[in-house]
């Protein structure tokens, strides 16, 4: 079945930066688009970057652009999630998400959780 | 990339009909059959529960019904159960490869 694993998730102070990673299992990844999705505590969803299933089709949200990276290896089945020059309000649950065959997310990872904090 | 617009919270008993509404521009959800909503139970990752306005992915019980009209998107849940508590979710191609998320909608089920 298909299933996605986020990780690299922690406590960072404002100014620093992590990288998040998304493993996919179970689908042919290659063919997919894929999303990153953010969920700051206690709040709504908030779409923070796509990417084609061969990568070379990068999109972001006015929030993180400039700032965030989204990458892919397909060889590897994974996603990335190069966050720099991270502030206060980019605390939330991070989400890798798959694409179905028009903008939908048809399935989710249960998230990792970035802090960032002094 | 403003956010839609929805209710904070809903509530019905058990067996009873609601809608949730997700108001947007003729930019996103007037300008595109692509909303979908989502299910979000406490602690746990969102489930697409309707995509492209009004279709099911299987398995999703057609006691889900989605809808739009003009820039106005509604999920309507028949038969309320227990299990329907959670919050909810539009979401709408916002054009551009961009898009927008409903502020969510938390039904209680009395």
């Known amino acids: ?118 | 990339q403003s956010a839609l617009t929805q209710p904070r919270s809903v509530s019905g008993s058990p067996g009873q009909s609601l809608t949730i509404s997700c108001a947007g521009t003729n930019s996103d959800v007037g300008g595109y059959n692509y909303v979908s909503w989502y299910q979000q139970h406490p602690g746990k990752a969102p489930k697409l529960i309707i995509f492209d306005v009004r279709e099911r992915p299987p398995g999703v019980p057609d006691r889900f019904s989605g809808s739009k009209s003009g820039n106005t998107a509604s999920l309507t849940i028949s038969g309320l159960q227990s299990e329907d508590e959670a919050d909810y979710y539009c979401s709408s191609y916002a054009g551009t490869y961009t898009y927008v998320f409903g502020g969510g909608t938390t039904v209680t089920v009395l």
């Open chain 1, 1 to 118: 079945q298909v299933q996605l694993v986020e990780s690299g998730g922690g406590l960072v102070k404002p100014g620093g930066s992590l990288r998040l990673s998304c493993a996919a299992s179970g689908f042919s990844f290659s063919d997919y688009y894929m999303r990153w999705i953010r969920q700051a505590p206690g709040k709504g969803l908030e779409w923070i970057a796509d990417i084609s299933s061969s990568g070379n089709n990068i999109y972001y949200a006015d929030s993180v652009k400039g700032r965030f990276t989204i990458s892919r290896d397909n060889k590897k089945k994974s996603l990335y999630l190069q966050m720099n020059s991270l502030r206060v309000d980019d605390s939330a649950l991070y989400y890798c998400a798959r694409e179905g065959i028009t903008p939908y997310l048809d399935h989710w990872g249960q998230g990792t959780l970035v802090t960032v904090s002094s």
